[in-house]
């Protein structure tokens, strides 16, 4: 059953992108930074998301589209694109427009993966509290099918990247029942996903943050 | 008796006589038939080996042979026999009687006689009876007694079985000795009908003949020749499965024998010898198979605490190389079925293997290093040969490592409770143990220790054979207090359970808490280092200056030649400012190690640290690459020994020369302010410590047994070294008041009286004398009170230190504000001159009279602007916020002003309203300039709102790169359409270009331009390229290199800043897997309505509220969240 996953992943994502991407030129799939204001580098690590999608196609079949692309909240670019990513360290602040923007992205099929790439935590979290005041994020329990979906993470989210020695944890935001948004926090794979020579990183942590990481693709793509 | 009796008596005495002459002949003739009959056989065989008969003779010899066998047969056995037996006549009466009366003389004829008388019928006629009778009865008196028997002997028989048994020995001797010969003549004379080849002269004697060997086996060949011996022998070899044979000669030995040799028999062969046609028998040398062999395999499985697998060597490699412990299991098959089989080392040990077949298996640890061979023995009992012998080498379980790399070295610690290490620890297998080790080594109050304390460390699971272990070393138990040291190192232990787990120990590194004294008089020494080495390169670069005037005076005074004199000076002059140079690079490096240190030991507020980094900014600028080209340009010109180049390359000199000076002088000014400030933050810093200590020794003595004469000397101790403290910081008031006095127009000096008054005044040092002293003498209470007076007088002085320091800081930004508000508004009302004295030299009339008027204006104008511009480098060595960027907005508008002058001089109106405008419009720049740090200042400290503008312009700039290179990269071959888009991106590139130029400009006027990581001048200066190459449609792979280089760098110079704010915090360690339990279960239903409250909020901050407005509605709503979870008050 698992050999037929990539299939199963590939029929359903054209219905997935028919919609968000009808102005897209390609129908393969891509992830877009967002790039935000406050201070904190939106920018870092733009290998990254290169280095994913390009272990996203491997394993599973699924086209990807390997480019670094990033768009702006205020822009009207994160609407073709189904899958939103967040990164940084340092300071987050998004304006009331970016707010409405964003939420009207996330209750309309976008998916959000933020990262913590270390001191995001605290002003990610305030901000995200503008846009869904009547949500908190919960921690996943690691049963949760984003953690099985194509890889197993039987303990949940990996140990890609030390911060502050604690424990990994992953996050989530409902909305009708879809996980809209995913965090993690203390555990940084998009650290892994970037070139071997930028963190200097083991091959087994890197091989765990890209899988870990195609499954956030594969659970957005399919739920 | 009658006579007819005694006939019938001597009748059957003959008879018996006659009985006993038979046997006896029987006897003889069969010795001597037997006797003669062996002659005569051995005579024929004789005759039929020597001549080898033909058929007739030997049919002839055979025959007669027989013939003479029947009748010595018949004549003499048969014929005695039947003599014997009465068949045939015997001898007569009368002839035995005269052979007994031979026999016998006594009787002689009387028995002839007698027998006459009594057989005679006629003798009654001639004698009478009785005469006839007593002559009878005397015969028969006489006979009486006698045995006839006797006359009979058994001689003759014995001789001629004598004879017999001497030819019968004759015959079975020439038999043995020559059996071939004989019984091969007996064979044919007894198929005498037979032909028979004639025998050969010799026959071969072959040793071993037949034989089996073992393959390899070497078999000798003896050959010895019966009969007539050849000179050369041929042997013929054929191996098995060969048809033809090999033949080689073999030649006679001195012994008559002949020899050969079958070396390393590897196959069956057949063997003949021959010589002359005569051929010796087909003999077979069997070779037999030895076992060996066929396959080896070594299985080998490391100790268990290496967690190495199994691993199987290569077939046939009986070496094996492995750890101590190892088990390793030998199999082996066969060629042949085997009987037994054993592992036999080289120490004399021998190890019988387990036999299945053809298989054999056997298993040994390893424990030393020795050799063996395999031994084999077949079902036959064949032993393998030639063994191979094989080495067992032990691996050594090599030693763990340990090292500290972090913190790596001896360092004094400022935080005194924790210490965070990282211990990197390598083993080829693992490890057991970790433990960190430490003695204190020196203290004022304690004995050092000798015996090392050790620390568990744990190790992460999963560690494997290199581990890097970061563990936060909590110092607390260890109760440091200053100029305690403590020396540490770790202590690995690898998990070799088989030779016994091996240690190692790291380097050891002492650790130290330093007393405030120490890291203040060492800063202090550093600063002092710093400031007289900067004075020495401000004196070496006054002299370099007046040798190069002196360069300049005497080129003037010889007609502008240059000499060697000159020449050596210059060159003097330039050796003095490279001097003066690395004398700054010097002074650059303690500041920034000073900088350091104090910040590690937390002794500098923010504001002071901020302004020694500035300081090292500035001092980064002081000699920059401007001045070290226009040396270089001096250098050349004097190389050259051309005048003109000389006074060219002197005059370009003059200005960065001055520059260079002039900075060395501003960065020992502000050294010498930022030194006052760090003193007063010192002194602050030192008031609180000595207070928080007082507190501390307060506490302990309250809590300290009276009996305990021990602790209260310790406390008596304590409490002489924070009175020790106490003078030093009343001698560091009275020192930074001093120094204050330098600067007394900026400095708070009534502030620091008052300090300094406070202090003298609260008696701090006889204070604790005599606490001490209570302390000495066991009077806990006492002691205790005064500690509390004295902790209350330290917070006066705390209190009155910290306004002195709040004091000098707003003292000298009011000031620098004032001196800038007025140096701004000087220029712009230079600006408002310059401007209306432009439109008036715009309206001139070539030949008017108002050209030297307005010259003279210009001229007015200029000198004021020196003014302001003195001023402004006065301002400058009081303050950062004078760039270097400002005074070149300045010197720009005095160089337009210097040429306008020039202009109007020669009455040219155009140059001269264009340098004033030049002049006007520098003027205004540099008000900007100074409106721009003012603003900084007043925003506090220069950074914050100004970098984050910056930052969101890359940031804009970055996307806008971005958009272009995308653009570039989709546009492929030119059509007119294509070639109308690369237009277009080379506009884009072109405004890209601008905007950075600009924002390079504007950084640079904030002073943030350091900030920034790359060269964004140089960055500009790519888009340029790009903007021509696009624009002329002539995109190449460099041209996407550049712009690729383009948006990294504009990355990058965002990252810089970003970088530097976390750089004490970003570490890209790996992370290390963390098990926990799984966070419970989510109900969707209560996550996306569960709470009310916050619906109500967010509709209510849809509302559209102010933004105050806004905060306090989350307020309210956080407020009433708190009280429905039953863990706040209602809100009011």
């Given at each position: ?43 870092n ?48 602040t998004?304006?009331?427009e ?26 990610f ?8 005041p ?37 996050f ?27 963190h ?8 765990e ?14 739920h | ?7 019938e ?24 038939a ?8 051995l ?8 001549f ?18 029947v ?58 009876r ?21 006359t ?49 002269p ?23 020749i ?12 054929r ?69 190495l ?9 009986g ?12 199999s ?31 298993s ?16 036959e ?17 090599a ?23 990282v ?31 050790e ?5 992460p699971?999963?560690?494997?054979t290199?581990?890097v272990?970061?563990y ?23 998990n ?14 002492t ?7 120490e890291?203040?008089a ?8 710093g ?13 370099a ?5 002196d360069?300049?005076?005497e080129?003037?005074?010889?007609q ?5 004199e ?15 140079r ?25 504001e ?15 000699a ?32 960065s ?23 007063m ?14 507190e501390?020794?307060?506490?302990q ?22 009175e ?13 008041k001093s ?54 007088a330290?917070?006066n002085?705390g ?72 001023n ?25 002003m ?7 001089d ?5 140059v ?12 205004n ?19 914050g ?12 700039m970055a996307?806008?790169q ?26 884009e ?9 600009q ?8 002073g ?29 792979p460099e ?14 110079a ?36 569960r ?12 509302e559209g ?25 209602p809100?009011?």
């Amino acid at each position: 059953m698992r050999n037929a996953r990539p299939f199963i992943v590939v029929c359903l994502l054209f219905p997935a992108l028919a919609g968000a991407q009808a102005q897209a030129t390609s129908s393969a799939f891509g992830i877009t930074r967002v790039k935000y204001a406050g201070g904190g580098d939106w920018y870092n690590d733009p290998s990254s998301e290169v280095n994913l999608l390009r272990f996203v196609q491997q394993t599973t079949g699924i086209q990807t589209d390997a480019r670094y692309r990033f768009a702006d909240i205020a822009g009207d670019e994160i609407f073709s694109s189904p899958f939103l990513f967040i990164t940084g360290h340092g300071n987050i602040t998004l304006t009331n427009e970016e707010i409405r923007r964003l939420r009207t992205y996330l209750d309309n099929g976008g998916f959000l993966y933020v990262d913590d790439d270390y001191g995001l935590d605290k002003p990610f979290r305030r901000e995200i509290r503008k846009v869904f005041p009547d949500q908190d994020l919960v921690e996943l329990p690691f049963s949760f099918g984003l953690y099985h979906c194509q890889f197993e993470f039987p303990a949940g989210p990996p140990k890609t990247h030390e911060h502050n020695g604690k424990p990994p944890q992953g996050f989530g935001l409902f909305r009708n029942g879809r996980l809209v948004l995913y965090y993690t926090y203390e555990t940084n794979p998009s650290d892994g996903w970037a070139d071997p020579e930028v963190h200097h990183d083991p091959e087994e942590k890197r091989l765990e943050a890209l899988r870990f990481g195609t499954n956030i693709v594969v659970w957005a793509l399919t739920h | 008796m009658e006579t007819r009796h005694i006939a019938e008596e001597l009748h059957l005495r003959f008879a018996a006589v006659r009985r006993r002459q038979d046997v006896a002949a029987i006897l003889t003739g069969s010795a001597f038939a037997g006797t003669v009959f062996l002659l005569a056989l051995l005579a024929a065989l004789l005759l039929e080996d020597l001549f080898s008969l033909d058929v007739a003779t030997r049919t002839t010899a055979f025959w007669a042979l027989c013939a003479c066998a029947v009748c010595l047969t018949a004549w003499y056995i048969i014929r005695p026999a039947g003599r014997l037996a009465g068949i045939l006549p015997g001898a007569s009466d009368h002839t035995t009687a005269a052979a007994i009366g031979r026999a016998i003389p006594a009787l002689h004829d009387r028995l002839v006689n007698g027998w006459e008388l009594a057989t005679d019928e006629t003798v009654e006629s001639f004698s009478s009876r009785d005469l006839l009778d007593a002559s009878l009865e005397d015969l028969r008196r006489t006979i009486d007694g006698m045995d006839f028997g006797s006359t009979v002997t058994f001689g003759r028989s014995r001789r001629m079985g004598t004879f017999l048994a001497v030819t019968a020995s004759a015959a079975v001797l020439l038999f043995v000795l020559f059996p071939t010969s004989f019984f091969g003549a007996a064979d044919r004379l007894l198929h005498y009908n037979e032909a028979f080849a004639s025998p050969a002269p010799f026959r071969f004697i072959v040793d071993p003949g037949d034989k089996e060997v073992v393959k390899g086996e070497t078999v000798p060949l003896l050959v010895r020749i019966e009969g007539d011996i050849p000179d050369r022998i041929m042997l013929a070899i054929r191996p098995s499965g060969q048809e033809s044979a090999d033949e080689r000669e073999l030649l006679r030995g001195s012994d008559g024998t002949f020899h050969a040799e079958f070396a390393s028999l590897k196959s069956t062969l057949q063997y003949e010898l021959h010589a002359r046609g005569v051929h010796s028998s087909l003999y077979t040398l069997t070779v037999r198979d030895r076992p060996a062999i066929r396959s080896l395999r070594v299985l080998l499985t490391p100790p268990a605490y290496t967690r190495l697998p199994e691993r199987t060597q290569d077939d046939n490699i009986g070496d094996v190389t492995a750890l101590r412990g190892t088990q390793i299991r030998c199999s082996i098959e066969s060629t042949k079925d085997l009987r037994d089989a054993a592992v036999v080392f080289s120490d004399s040990i021998t190890m019988p293997m387990a036999v299945t077949g053809r298989r054999a298996a056997a298993s040994f640890t390893l424990l030393k290093e020795r050799t063996y061979h395999l031994v084999l023995h077949d079902s036959e009992g064949t032993s393998s040969v030639d063994p191979v012998e094989y080495r067992i080498q032990i691996v050594p379980d090599a030693y763990p490592t340990v090292a500290i790399p972090v913190p790596g070295m001896n360092l004094d610690v400022t935080d005194n409770t924790s210490l965070d290490m990282v211990i990197k620890a390598g083993d080829d297998y693992g490890f057991s143990r970790l433990v960190l080790r430490y003695r204190l080594v020196q203290s004022l109050y304690e004995k050092a220790g000798e015996e090392f304390t050790e620390v568990p460390i744990p190790i992460p699971a999963g560690t494997g054979t290199d581990a890097v272990i970061p563990y936060r070393w909590d110092l607390r138990n260890l109760h440091l207090v200053p100029e305690d040291m403590v020396s540490y190192n770790a202590e690995v232990f690898d998990n070799d359970v088989v030779s016994g787990p091996k240690s190692a120990i790291s380097e050891t590194f002492t650790l130290r808490l330093p007393s405030l004294d120490e890291v203040f008089a060492d800063v202090e020494k550093q600063h002092d280092a710093g400031v007289d080495r900067m004075t020495e390169a401000l004196r070496q670069a006054e002299e370099a200056r007046k040798d190069l005037d002196d360069v300049r005076r005497e080129m003037q005074q010889n007609q502008q030649k240059l000499g060697w004199e000159e020449k050596a000076k210059t060159s003097q002059a330039l050796k003095k400012y490279e001097e003066a140079r690395t004398a700054m690079d010097e002074v650059q490096r303690k500041v920034e190690q000073m900088t350091a240190e104090m910040q590690k030991n937390n002794v500098l507020s923010r504001e002071t640290l901020e302004k020694y980094e500035e300081l090292q900014r500035l001092m980064d600028q002081l000699a920059g690459p401007e001045f070290a080209e226009m040396m270089k340009k001096l250098q050349e010109a004097m190389q050259q020994m051309s005048p003109e180049a000389m006074k060219q390359a002197l005059q370009q000199f003059s200005f960065s020369e001055e520059n260079f000076r002039k900075s060395i002088e501003r960065t020992l000014n502000l050294l010498k302010r930022i030194h006052i400030e760090q003193k007063m933050d010192e002194a602050v810093r030192r008031a609180d410590e000595m207070l928080k200590r007082q507190e501390a020794l307060q506490e302990q003595t309250k809590q300290a047994s009276q009996s305990n004469p021990d602790e209260m000397q310790k406390l008596a101790q304590e409490q002489r070294e924070l009175e020790k403290n106490a003078a030093a910081l009343e001698k560091e008031v009275a020192g930074l008041k001093s120094a204050m006095e330098e600067f007394p127009s900026e400095m708070p000096l009534a502030d620091m009286e008052q300090a300094s008054r406070e202090l003298e005044q609260s008696g701090l040092e006889q204070q604790m004398e005599d606490i001490a002293r209570d302390l000495q003498q066991m009077q806990a209470r006492p002691a205790s009170d005064r500690q509390q007076r004295a902790a209350g007088a330290m917070k006066n002085v705390g209190k009155q230190l910290r306004q002195a320091q709040d004091a000098l800081r707003q003292n000298q930004q009011r000031q620098v504000l004032n001196a800038m508000r007025r140096a701004m508004q000087d220029i712009l009302d230079l600006s408002g001159k310059e401007e209306a004295l432009k439109k008036e030299t715009e309206g001139l009339d070539p030949n008017s009279q108002q050209f030297r008027d307005n010259a003279s204006e210009q001229m007015n104008v200029l000198r004021d602007l020196q003014s302001v511009t003195q001023n402004m480098s006065g301002l400058s060595q009081k303050t950062f916020s004078v760039t270097p960027e400002m005074g070149k907005s300045l010197g720009d508008a005095m160089r337009a002003m210097s040429e306008a002058m020039a202009g109007l001089d020669t009455r040219n109106r155009a140059v001269a309203s264009e340098r004033q405008e030049e002049a006007m419009g520098s003027l205004n720049e540099a008000a900007q300039q100074i409106q721009g740090a003012m603003d900084a200042m007043a925003q506090g400290g220069g950074q914050g709102q100004g970098m984050a503008g910056l930052m969101q312009r890359l940031q804009r700039m970055a996307a806008q790169q971005q958009g272009i290179n995308d653009g570039t990269k989709n546009s492929g071959g030119m059509t007119p359409a294509q070639a109308a888009a690369m237009a277009r991106l080379a506009g884009e590139e072109g405004i890209v270009r601008k905007s950075l130029e600009q924002l390079a400009k504007e950084a640079a006027a904030s002073g943030e331009l350091s900030k920034l990581l790359g060269d964004l001048n140089r960055t500009a200066q790519e888009m340029r390229e790009v903007q021509t190459d696009l624009a002329g449609g002539n995109l190449t792979p460099e041209t996407t290199k550049k712009e690729e280089r383009i948006l990294s760098r504009l990355l990058d110079a965002q990252r810089s800043t970003r970088e530097r704010d976390f750089e004490n915090e970003r570490r890209s360690t790996a992370g290390k897997t963390v098990v926990q339990p799984s966070p419970g279960a989510i109900d969707l239903t209560s996550q996306e309505g569960r709470n009310r409250l916050r619906r109500d909020l967010q509709k209510a901050l849809e509302e559209g509220y102010t933004r105050d407005y806004d905060e306090l509605i989350k307020r309210y709503f956080e407020v009433l969240e708190q009280y429905e979870a039953g863990s706040g008050q209602p809100p009011r």
